[in-house]
């Protein structure tokens, strides 16, 4: 039987994917400085490998035969996200492939060396390549997609964006934050004069603090058996749903940023590790988009974790983990003072989740402008500065370590990923909104340190679903309606504004 055929082809890739995955999360967190070009070309042969069995010729005609095989419904579903793949798949050389895994590659390896120093200038040219690569690339997947060139890269990401779709969506935003920054800002500064912000009293050793975060981690369901803690330039979640390779990061004046930074790759791992393991070879297995997997990481990070019931339940734990000396005498509302803190800043992953759809928005239209060839590589800086002073009203001309070189996605050639962050957002408030429809106790549970019931939620509603649905359709299963941008405004509004 083709369908048969197309299992065995499955588990083979799936062997490649596991080792790319597992290379690449190494190469991020324990791969000495010395390993870079023999990794990036052991990763730019497997990588090459994948694609040609991803790609072969004799693939369509399997695809077709299994269509009218005698299959059953989940099967049907398969084939067909099989189809889907294959055709993105098939869009790209196998030798574009090799060549673009090495110089992303490469890309990000001097990305790693030359932030911390803010060094543009060297780090320019290798980025005037990437941008060149993914222009190429937009353009191939377009023509056989039929698609323009950006939406052609968004499909990557979350199969089913589209510029039209996105720009009112964001544009609404935009014109809301414009208005409830100010607001937030303000009532934020009412509330400090009451209850001023207290002094985080570190330092916090690394060591007390990986513990505490793998006691969040823990708590909010992450199985260990299956998934990993370590250190990382940019945080990240990758690896695979049986070896999941969570990173974060630190600083040892405060513990907060890498908390909540362990708590928003918890929840992608989450999703990983809740997938459906007898799928797992099939592209049916795999999480729907990126859309999807940032309100799964947003829903654990904004949703849960930046609540006061979350909190009542955890502010015990960082006594017992850091110290009792580490926040003497706060309560909860001081940690909330901290978590919920709204400020205009620079660094997009650590910015509050009022603000931060701006830097998400910003970085949507600069990469369009670039892949459209409207804006070079070498113009990033300037235009950048731009929308960042009129979103914010900050400046980073002279800052590009905390400007355009903080994000590890350009280096590596991931275009059209950014607008899945604030989508998940918006998806992840209209997640909570239905699941607390569902378990109209879920906040008494959370103060418990109980999250079955909202994990359950999570697991019968997105994780064990799959790629059964489009985004669009398993929003709509999931919550009930399609995306609606008013759950995460009304979001906002209740934890930030004048209520």
């Known amino acids: 039987m083709s369908f048969q055929k197309l299992d065995s082809l499955g588990r083979k ?19 000495a400085v010395g390993g870079g070009d023999k990794r990036a070309e052991a990763m730019a042969n497997l990588a ?15 695809i077709a035969k299994a269509k009218s095989e005698d299959l059953d419904t989940d099967q049907k579903l398969a084939v067909g996200e099989f189809e889907r793949s294959y055709i993105n798949a098939t869009c790209l050389p196998t030798e574009f492939v090799e060549r673009r895994t090495a110089a992303t590659m490469r890309s990000e390896q001097l990305w790693r060396d030359l932030r911390a120093k803010g060094d543009w200038d060297t780090f320019l040219p290798a980025l005037e ?53 100010p607001e937030a800002l303000a009532v934020q500064e ?29 708590a909010v369901g992450f199985d260990f058996t299956h998934g990993s803690l370590a250190v990382s330039h940019h945080p990240f979640c990758g690896g695979v749903p049986t070896d999941v390779r969570m990173t974060t990061r630190y600083r040892t004046d405060e513990f907060l940023s890498s908390l909540m930074g362990v708590l928003h790759e918890t929840g992608h791992a989450l999703y990983e590790q809740g997938l459906p ?27 849960l974790s930046r609540s006061p019931e979350f909190w009542e339940y955890l502010l015990p734990l960082v006594g017992q983990h850091l110290g009792e000396d580490a926040i003497p005498g706060w309560e909860i509302a001081d940690i909330l ?78 275009f059209g990923y950014f607008p899945s962050y604030t989508l998940g957002a918006m998806i992840a408030a209209q997640q909570w909104a ?30 064990c679903q799959a790629s059964r649905y489009s985004t669009p359709d398993l929003i709509t299963r999931a919550t009930g309606e399609p995306l609606n941008g008013e759950f995460f405004k009304a979001h906002l509004k209740r934890r930030y504004g004048r209520v």
């Open 13 to 31: 890739l799936e062997a490649l994917e596991h080792a790319l995955s597992i290379l690449g999360a190494d190469e991020a967190t324990h791969m």
């Open 48 to 62: 090459g490998m994948y694609h040609a069995q991803a790609t072969a010729p004799e693939i369509g005609d399997w």
């Open 129 to 181: 390549g990437v941008v060149a690569l993914v222009r190429e690339e937009a353009q191939l997947r377009a023509d056989v997609l039929k698609l323009e060139p950006y939406d052609a890269l968004m499909d990557q990401y979350d199969p089913g964006n589209r510029v039209t779709g996105i720009d009112p969506i964001f544009a609404d935003l935009k014109s809301f934050l414009r208005d409830f920054v």
């Open 190 to 218: 009412e509330r400090l004069a009451k209850r001023p912000r207290k002094a985080l009293n570190g330092p916090y050793p690394i060591e007390k603090q990986r513990e505490l975060g793998l006691a969040a981690m823990r």
């Open 277 to 303: 393991k007898n799928w797992s070879h099939w592209p049916l297995g795999k999480a729907r988009g990126m859309g999807m997997h940032e309100s799964q990481s947003l829903f654990v990070e904004m949703q």
């Open 337 to 414: 003072n901290e978590v919920n803190h709204v400020e205009r800043g620079y660094i997009r992953v650590d910015a509050d989740e009022v603000t931060y759809p701006l830097h998400v928005i910003l970085r949507y239209e600069l990469e369009q402008e670039l892949v459209a060839g409207k804006l070079e590589a070498s113009q990033i800086p300037e235009a950048w500065d731009a929308k960042m002073t009129e979103y914010l009203g900050i400046s980073t001309i002279n800052d590009p370590k905390d400007g355009p070189m903080q994000d590890v996605h350009w280096p590596g050639g991931a």
């Open 434 to 463: 239905a699941m607390e429809k569902a378990v109209p106790d879920a906040r008494a549970q959370m103060r418990q340190g109980e999250f079955g019931a909202i994990n359950q939620w999570r697991s019968d509603n997105i994780w």
